[in-house]
């Protein structure tokens, strides 16, 4: 991100707590982003954003919002290390000649760290897909019982235990390994990789403008903006790469997933969420690019030593 060098114990430091607060801040949006996208035309609950956020309080309470955020927090920490620390070293390891780097090694230095950051991304995301849409499932469930009791006069089921992170991981290592937990790598790598392309380069220039000296730092607000900026756009340029849906169709691979969803929904499915993943992705990249220029971890580590000084 910056081009600044920092330890690596402050990258770690920062990466966490731009997570943190990132993911806090934004996961209502996400679980809605996600609903959204996985619900088909011919089983539609929610007609938007709101209505979905709106629904999911009023069905499950306020910390429904937060159905598989543990997974997140969990998680975002080596995830968000990885990407700030890889994109860090491929941008020293490509200027190594002392000139600014061009597009082209900006975008290589994007592509190496989006590539190592699915090493994290890809059992999160779909450890989180799983426990976010448990409750629009279970929701459509009740539904259709609904339906059929009012329609037979038969009792109403009793109600599923909804699946937790531990108990969906222990399921995918007794019967798939470790393989079932990366199960979708290509799509991941398909997303993350053009992500990472598109957003550095983007954030990198943006910021730029709004450094009256080369040698200063840009103003926190403006690697806000430039965060959102380049988190918005490049989180829609790859949002077709994005559309999960678990539980309802198999797909045997990617090929096969985008030909049966243009079959089924047409060609607007693949941009179906687009706008509530901008609505995702810009505050928290926007947060994540302020807290490492605030520099949090750097000022705790100086002020270690003169404590036990």
Known sequence: MADKQISL???????????LIGVTCVFPIDLAKTRL???????RMYTSLSDCL??????????????????NLTLVTPEKAI??????FFRHHLSKDGKKLTLLKEMLA??????????????????????????????????????AQISSSSPEPAAERRPTATQITRELLRSKGIAGLYKGLGATLLRDVPFSIVYFPLFANLNKLGQKDPNVKAPFYVSFLSGCVAGSTA?????PCDG???????????????????QKEGPTAFFKGAYCRALVIAPLFGIAQVVYFVGIAEFLLDMLPKRQA
């Open 244 to 262: 999960e849906g678990v539980n309802e169709d198999t797909y045997s691979g990617i090929l096969d997933c985008t030909k049966k969803i243009w």
């Open 83 to 88: 990407k700030l620390a890889a994109n860090d």
């Open 54 to 71: 709106i629904k999911t309080i009023r069905s499950e309470g306020y910390f429904g919002m937060y159905r598989g955020a543990a997974v």
């Open 37 to 43: 996208q996985n619900q088909q035309n011919g089983q």
């Open 9 to 19: 114990p402050a990258k770690l430091i920062n990466g966490g707590i731009a997570g």
């Open 235 to 239: 989180a829609v340029a790859v949002n």
């Open 110 to 147: 994007g592509c190496g760290a989006g590539t190592c950051q699915v090493i994290v991304t890809t059992p999160m995301e779909m450890l989180k897909i799983q426990l976010q849409d448990a409750g629009r499932i279970e929701a459509q469930r009740k539904l259709m019982a609904a339906q």
